[in-house]
Structures are given as structure tokens and as C-alpha cells.
């Protein structure tokens, strides 16, 4: 159910989490009503007459005791509902599935217990699943609207989530941590539902690091898990994409677009158009070919080898992409002559 | 007190006691920047913190006009990052802090005990001078690169981002002191320097709630001072205190600025709430209902506010016991706060309300800090605070308090004191017209962003999925009827400082101590003799008519 102040209940917390809030957002209007609605009407009947004075203050003991007092009650009463309901939140049950989290400026990467990744949240329907969250720079904070849930991604420490959806279809993920912006604009794929006003240009960074929950029936789950770990189908062929195709995919999925161009314009990283086969200055001095190997080195330790005049600021890929995607890339960096 | 004193002429000779409240000590430029008189600094507060009030505010004009339509509107994302980083830190640490306790405080304090100026007048200069040196740091920042961080610096963002964020944290460091020292300097004006016969129990609630700031500000800033510190000492030297990657925690620094910045927002909300008990009192007639209790509660806050400070990090991985405890606590916020909403509205009862402009904002304050304070309970409550954090409900909420709170009391304020600040009356009528325009921009601009934040609408994006747009066009159309109701006020006051009539001594017919017994604006040593306190200062039973109606000059021909 979807009201005018929340969005719709896709998780088994929702339910009681609105609860919560309509219980607390009724009681204030009560309140509000009463104490405003009051104020209102002595502004209004003890305006200031001619030749009426206000009458001198007394004292109620009383009244003033018991509204100090009692809204304690309450308090404890609103101190209970949230704390069962946190308590639920933050101990997932023992057979909870476990994805892998990691977030980075600005794109988030699932790891599936099959060793798949993806960047779109896949997750099957009545199922709990447990989230396990790390950050490779700054911090970051996983948010579903849909399920009420949110937690940090902090750099040098594990935390964890978890929840478990009541439906399937697809719902928005944020992250909620204040992480900054890349330096201009990004290349994005045509049809991407972020494209800004600048055609195929847009700002990227906190508040582009969006993505979907993809909520799947348990045989549509299964189907994603085996899907990830192949190469995806190329729409132009209905057959399994070439390596280079699946490189530029990924080239987009993975948002390396959103340092490097392939225009040749220099962006926070090197330009990957004309890139293989070429010298390469780095900045301790040294120099090299930009072949396979160095590819490989630049997405697996990428502050190996840093180009000159670039800062060693690249995550790295290690654990995130397999073999197979790393060949991917270089195969479609190649063919950017 | 009064009477003895009030409307006595003749007495020109300086008080020999304060040889720099001389009328030749206060002649020239010089007689201003390096006067030692409390009335004076507050004055020059007053124009440094409203500077700060203009420049902060067009940052928010900025970052709304930004947000009025999905996509770039009329910034890059780096800039938009920037503007709202300048708005918040520029409206917290050069505007809010200082702002009551500095301009109001500074002016009216000492005229309220009785006194001839502060404990320490040099002291008070100085303070007034570190905030100009803070302030200039952060500037510098501003036009070297300036910061993308937030007004809250998190690591390991503030330690690795490459905007300048070390001057600017240089200057929040300055400017710490320029608020202990004031907070200093008012306990100790209020220990030692109030008049003979002002005995606590007679204090006015301004004086309470000054006081109870006064206590934060010289026991939480200097933790803040440390971790600033230590911040720059990471950036500068790769000291490794919060930065993972140097061996640090991030989460440390949660602690450590939370430590500082939530009592800050009783900094920033008992100054308001000690001008709103002040309005109340003076525009019912009345003395403020439970007058004790309304005075404690301002120190209930200030100790309360130093136990809260976990519940800004409920989803931050800090433990499950920390996070139980600090929702426990947070509560408790609400018993001081309900006091204090439940007796300004007794003290409407039965009183004689007369609706000036001062007196609108006042009940501004009221309707605005009651939505602020029960908009709270949702982010104290530990399931939906889970849902909220960090979504637009945590900056209505916020700006409920600290906006439709503290802001609106400082105007109210301002206007309530400038005929004693400035011997000035002004337009009350296009006054008026300012506040309408400000009541309604405020809550067009706010009351939206609730909706919008428990949709689900994440704080500090630069930009923003479809279904928001709405929301964000409403919100940012109530900017600009802020802008045009602030624009109004300026005008009237500037109109008023060129133009307006001579204010008497007292045109509200106010009994408190500033009003009685002092001329508009009051002379260099405020009173000629030393008044002696005979009755409270919302004693108005026991004023004469003549001490209460001593009003506009249009008042005393009826």
C-alpha cells in the first residue's frame, strides 16, 4: 500500500514501520491541534481591549506537573515501538541469503554467493536476505524506500542489513551518505533513464549513485545467478555478445565511463581511445606499453602505475571483475583505434 | 525599579567607575572598532552576523533555484556540491551561533542585570575580533577553491576531497573561541554584575536561557576545537586519527563532532526560545506562566543536549547498546521543550495580546518549533528514524527548529529591541506584510520537504529521480516569497534607520528591566544611576499605567 506520505510497503518491516509513523504522525496532529488550536483562540478572545488588563500569572502546580510527567509515558510508549522494530531490523534470521555489498564513488557492486556480480540489486521474493556492506573510499549508505531499510558502507569496516521482500517488481535503491561529484560531465549510454539535459552528457556522482531492486520470483532468481556468470546477449544478435560488445557493456555497467572517456578526452583518468599499443609516461618516472598485461595491472592495482599528470585516485577491480570481463574490457579497448 | 530612575535628566557627567563609557571614548570610527561597550559590539554583531544571514541565504536561494527542475538547471554538480556545503556552514557556525547570544545578548544582557556592561569589556572585543578573524579564514576558503564536504566535514570525505577544506576548518576552529569567550563572559556577568536587589528569582527568562547557552557553548566547543584539529592534522601531516586507510576510524569523528554539534543546536534553538519567552511576556502583559519551570527547562535542555548526540549516527554501524541508549535519551528532549510550548500557551491565557510584528513572529516561533519538536519524535524513534535519516524529513525537520525556531525569534527580536537599539521606530505596517510573506515562503518551502524526505527523496542531491519534481518546484517557489518577505524587512529597516520616527523609551509598554528606566538608545553607561530591582521584570500587576503606556507617541495623544 502506497500512501501520500510513504511509499509502497515491499517489505516485510514496512508494515509495522508505517505503523509507527502513523501512530507518531496522528498523535502529533492531535497534539499540534490542541496546543496551536488553543493558542489561536486566547490570541483571539484576550486580544487587547481598552481598559481590559491581562490577568496576573498564578500558579497551577498541578498542571504544570502533570504536563511535565506524563508526555513521559508516551515517550516510552513511542521508545518501544521503535526499539522491537530496530531490534527486528538488525538481527537477520540464520538461513538469510548473503550478498556481498561493496560501494565506491559512485556505483555500487553485488556479489552473489555464486561469485557473479552485478549492479542492479537482484534479490528473490520471500526470502531474507542479508547484505554485508563495505566501502572502498569514502562513506556511502544503502537506502530502499520500499523496504524501509538503511545502513552505512563505511570504508575499513563491515556492517550489515537485511530484509526480506514481500513482492516482486522492481523498486529504487539510494545511497544516502554525502559522497561528492566527478569533475564535469560523463559520457552515459543512450536510453539510460539518468540522461540529464545535456543529451548523452551528465553529472555523475552521490546523487547519481542510484540503482534498481530487482525483486524476482525464485526460478527468475536462479535464471539472473547463472546469467551473470556468462557473457550477456548482445540485442543486436540475440546471441551471446562478442568480447568486445560484453567490454563495452561493461564499460558502462561497471562506470568506468565515469572517469575515462572514449572520445579522447582526458577526464579524472586517460582517455581509453587510442590508448592500446601506446607509450605510456607514468609519474615515478618510469615508462611503458599500454599492452594487455599493463590493462590488466591498471584494473587490478591501479595505483601501480599511475599515467603522469593523472592522481592515483581509481578503486580497484580485483574480486569484482572475473577473467573473463577483464578480456572483455581489453578486447573492446582495442578496438578504440 | 523604575521609577526613581526613569525619565531622570541632568546626570551627564560619565560614571567614574568605566572611564571608556565617556561620551569622548565613543566619538569617530575608532570610537566603534575599538569600543569596549557591550551595546556597541552587539551592534556590530548584529551587522556581521546578518552579512553572513544574506550571504548563507543566497546560498540556499542558489541551491533551490538549482533544484527547481530534474538535470543540470544553472549548475555544475561540483558547484551545487559547494553551494550547499557554504549555506550550511556559513548558516551555523557565522550566522545562528553568534547570532542571539552576540548581537541580542551582547546588547541586551547587561542592560537587563542592571549593569553598567559585561564582566570582561576587553574580553568581549576580543571575541568579537576572533569571530572576524574566523570568519575571514572561512572566506578565504570560499575564494580558494572553497569546500564540498558539508557543514558536517565527515571522514574520510573532508580528509581526502580537494577543495580547501583546511582554511575553512581553520575557521570554524577560530571562530570556537569567539564563542567561549562570550559564553565566558556572560557567566560571569550574570554571577557577579546584576544590580542590587536582582536576585535570581527575579532574572529575566532572556538572562535564563543566555545563560544556559552561555554554559554549552564554554564546555562543548572546545571538543569540537580538538577534533577540527585533529582533522587538519590528518589532511596536512597523514597524522591517521580517522582515515581507514590510515589506520584511523571514520566513525570516531561521528562521535567526536556530534559531541560538539548537537548541543550546538541548543546553542543555536535556547537563545530563540529565551527572545520568544521575552515577546511573550511583554505583548500578553503577562508574567510567563511556570516561570521556573520555563527557566529550568532551558537548563534541562543544556544538560540533555550533551547525551544525545548518538542519535545522529543510528544507521552509521555504531553499536546496537549505543543506538538503544541515545533513542532513550533523545526522548527525553521532549519534557523540557513540552514545558516550555505548554507554558507560553498558558501564558496566553487571560493575558492582553497585542498583535505587533514582534509579537507575529513570536507565535511564529510557537506553531513553527511545535511542528520542529514533533517532527523530532519520527527521527527518535528507532524504526522510522531508519527510514528518514538522511532524507529531505531531516531538513524540514531541522529547518522547523532552526529556521521557523531560532531565525524567527532573532527577527523577532530585532524588531522587538530596535527602538531600543537604534532610539527608531518603524513601519509596523509593511512589517507586517514582511512577516506574512516570511510565515508562508517558510512553510511553502519546508512543509513539502517532509513529504518528499519519507517518500524518499535522500538529502544533498544535486539532482533527482521524476517522481520528486513536484515537491522540489513547490519548495523552491516558497524560496522566493522568503526572499521577497526578507528583502521587505531589510527595506523597512533601512527605511527606519534613515527615516523613522524617534522611539520613546519604551514603546511597547514593556515592564522588563531594558525598557524601564533607560532612554532610546540608552546612554553610553545605560543608566545614570545604578538602578535598585524592587519587583521581577513581568511584575506587570504592579506597574503603573504611566510606566506600561509610555508607548508610541500616537498612543499617549489618546
Same mark, same amino acid.
Given at each position: ?45 484576550? *486580544? ?35 526499539? *522491537? ?14 550478498? *556481498? ?237 | #525599579? ?37 551595546? $556597541? ?30 538535470? $543540470? ?38 542592560? +537587563? ?123 596536512? +601531516? ?8 590510515? &589506520? ?19 546553542? #543555536? ?35 540533555? @543536549? !550533551? ?16 543506538? #538503544? ?16 510550548? !505548554? ?28 511542528? &520542529?519538536?514533533?517532527? @523530532? ?27 521557523? &525556531? ?32 516570511? !510565515? ?12 518528499? @524526505? ?43 534607520? $534613515? ?35 524592587? $519587583? ?14 509610555? &508607548? ?7
Amino acid at each position: 500500500m502506497e500512501t501520500m506520505q510513504l511509499p509502497p510497503q515491499w517489505s516485510t518491516f514496512a508494515g509495522h514501520v508505517d505503523w509507527a509513523f502513523y501512530f507518531i504522525y496522528y498523535l502529533s496532529v492531535v497534539l499540534f491541534v490542541a496546543i496551536i488550536g488553543a493558542a489561536m483562540y486566547f490570541v483571539y478572545k484576550y *486580544r487587547r481591549k481598552p481598559g481590559v488588563k491581562a490577568e496576573p500569572t498564578g500558579h497551577a502546580t498541578v498542571l504544570e506537573i502533570t504536563w511535565t510527567v506524563s508526555p513521559l509515558a508516551i515517550l516510552a510508549f513511542l521508545f518501544h515501538i521503535g526499539f *522491537r522494530g530496530y531490534i527486528d531490523m538488525t538481527v537477520a534470521p540464520a538461513d538469510a541469503m548473503e550478498i *556481498r555489498v561493496r560501494a565506491k564513488k559512485w556505483s555500487w557492486d553485488f556479489e552473489y554467493p555464486n561469485g557473479g556480480h552485478s549492479n542492479i540489486l537482484h534479490i528473490p521474493v520471500h526470502r531474507p536476505v542479508r547484505l554485508v556492506l563495505s566501502s572502498e573510499d569514502v562513506i556511502h549508505s544503502l537506502y530502499i524506500p520500499a523496504f524501509r531499510v538503511k545502513r552505512d558502507a563505511v570504508p575499513g569496516f563491515y556492517s550489515t542489513m537485511w530484509f526480506e521482500a514481500t513482492q516482486t517488481g522492481e523498486t529504487d535503491l539510494f545511497c544516502t551518505e554525502y559522497c561528492g561529484a566527478a569533475v564535469g560531465t560523463t559520457e552515459v549510454a543512450e536510453g539510460d533513464p539518468n540522461v540529464g539535459r545535456e543529451g548523452n552528457r551528465r553529472h555523475v556522482g552521490h546523487f547519481s549513485m542510484i540503482t534498481k531492486v530487482r525483486i524476482q520470483t525464485a526460478a527468475e532468481y536462479n535464471t539472473f545467478l547463472e546469467s551473470i556468470l556468462r557473457p550477456p546477449t548482445d540485442p543486436a544478435t540475440g546471441r551471446e555478445a562478442t568480447p568486445e560488445k560484453w567490454g563495452e557493456i561493461l564499460y558502462r555497467s561497471q562506470q568506468c565511463n565515469t572517469c575515462h572517456s572514449t572520445d579522447g578526452s582526458a577526464m579524472t583518468g586517460p582517455t581509453w581511445r587510442g590508448l592500446f599499443g601506446r607509450q605510456r609516461q607514468f609519474a615515478d618516472g618510469t615508462s611503458g606499453t599500454a599492452d594487455a598485461n599493463y590493462i590488466r595491472q591498471s584494473i587490478l592495482q591501479p595505483n601501480s602505475k599511475v599515467v603522469q599528470g593523472f592522481n592515483g585516485v581509481m578503486p580497484s577491480f580485483a574480486g569484482t571483475l572475473r577473467d573473463n570481463q577483464i578480456d572483455a574490457l581489453i578486447a573492446y579497448i582495442r578496438t578504440l583505434r | #525599579m523604575a521609577t526613581e530612575v526613569a525619565g531622570a535628566h541632568g546626570h551627564d557627567e560619565p560614571d567614574h567607575l568605566a572611564p571608556y563609557l565617556s561620551p569622548e571614548a565613543g566619538r569617530g570610527v575608532k570610537g566603534w572598532l575599538l569600543t569596549l561597550d557591550h551595546k $556597541r559590539i552587539g551592534l556590530m554583531y548584529l551587522i556581521s552576523t546578518l552579512l553572513a544571514f544574506f550571504m548563507g541565504g543566497v546560498f540556499a536561494l542558489l541551491v533551490r533555484l538549482e533544484l527547481f527542475a530534474p538535470g $543540470r538547471t544553472i549548475m555544475s554538480a561540483e558547484y551545487y556540491n559547494r553551494a550547499f556545503t557554504l549555506h550550511g556552514a556559513i548558516m551555523v557556525f557565522l550566522f545562528i551561533i553568534p547570532s542571539v547570544p552576540g548581537a541580542l545578548g551582547n546588547f541586551v544582557l547587561p542592560i +537587563m542585570l542592571g549593569t553598567k556592561d559585561v564582566a570582561f569589556p576587553r574580553l568581549n572585543l576580543l571575541s568579537f575580533y576572533i569571530y572576524i578573524i574566523g570568519a575571514t579564514f572561512s572566506l578565504y576558503s570560499i575564494v580558494t577553491g572553497s569546500v564540498d564536504t558539508g557543514w558536517t566535514f565527515y571522514t574520510p570525505y573532508s580528509t581526502t576531497s580537494q577543495t580547501s577544506v583546511v582554511s575553512m576548518v581553520l575557521g570554524v576552529f577560530i571562530l570556537g573561541f569567539s564563542s567561549i569567550l562570550t559564553g565566558l563572559n556572560f557567566i560571569v556577568t550574570v554571577h557577579k554584575l546584576r544590580a542590587p536587589g536582582l536576585h535570581w528569582k527575579r532574572l529575566p527568562l532572556f538572562i535564563w536561557g543566555t545563560y544556559a547557552t552561555s554554559i554549552i557553548q564554554v564546555l562543548a566547543t572546545p571538543v569540537l576545537a580538538i577534533t577540527l584539529l585533529l582533522l587538519a592534522a590528518e589532511r596536512t +601531516m597523514g597524522l591517521g586519527i580517522f582515515d581507514p586507510a590510515l &589506520g584511523g576510524d571514520p566513525i570516531l569523528f561521528q562521535h567526536f563532532f556530534w559531541f560538539y554539534s548537537h548541543p550546538a543546536v541548543y546553542i #543555536m534553538i535556547v537563545p530563540g526560545m529565551a527572545v520568544a519567552s521575552e515577546l511573550f511576556a511583554t505583548f500578553t502583559r503577562r508574567a510567563i506562566f511556570g516561570y521556573f519551570a520555563v527557566a529550568m527547562s532551558s537548563l534541562g535542555l543544556a544538560l540533555v @543536549g !550533551f547525551l544525545v548526540w548518538g542519535h545522529h549516527m543510528f544507521t552509521s554501524g555504531q553499536s546496537e547498546w549505543a543506538t #538503544m541508549l541515545f533513542s532513550a535519551l533523545t526522548m527525553l528532549v521532549a519534557i523540557p521543550s513540552g514545558v516550555k510550548v !505548554f507554558n507560553w500557551t498558558a501564558t496566553l491565557y487571560k493575558g492582553s495580546i497585542e498583535l505587533t510584528t514582534p509579537m507575529l513572529y513570536a507565535l511564529s516561533f510557537l506553531v513553527l518549533f511545535t511542528i &520542529g519538536g514533533l517532527t @523530532g519524535l519520527f527521527c527518535a524513534v528507532l524504526n522510522t528514524d531508519i527510514h528518514l535519516h538522511d532524507t529531505y524529513f531531516i531538513v524540514a525537520h531541522f529547518h522547523y527548529v532552526m529556521m521557523g &525556531g531560532t531565525v524567527m525569534a532573532f527577527v523577532g527580536g530585532i524588531l522587538y529591541w530596535w527602538p531600543k537599539m537604534t532610539g527608531k521606530l518603524y513601519d509596523e505596517k509593511l512589517a507586517k506584510v514582511s512577516w506574512l510573506f516570511v !510565515f508562508i515562503g517558510f512553510n511553502t518551502t519546508f512543509l513539502i520537504q517532509f513529504v518528499m @524526505g519519507s517518500k524518499g527523496m535522500p538529502r544533498r542531491y544535486y539532482d533527482y529521480l521524476p517522481q520528486f519534481e513536484i515537491y522540489h518546484k513547490v519548495s523552491t517557489f516558497g524560496s522566493w516569497l522568503l526572499l521577497i518577505g526578507f528583502s521587505i524587512c531589510a527595506f523597512v529597516l533601512i527605511k527606519s534607520l $534613515r527615516s523613522g520616527a524617534k522611539a520613546p523609551p519604551n514603546p511597547w509598554g514593556s515592564a522588563g528591566y531594558e525598557w524601564q528606566g533607560t532612554e532610546s538608545p540608552p546612554v553610553m553607561q545605560n543608566f545614570r544611576e545604578t538602578p535598585t530591582i524592587t $519587583r521581577g521584570p513581568y511584575d506587570y500587576h504592579l506597574c503603573t499605567d504611566e510606566e506600561l503606556f509610555d &508607548g508610541f507617541p500616537e498612543d499617549l495623544k489618546k
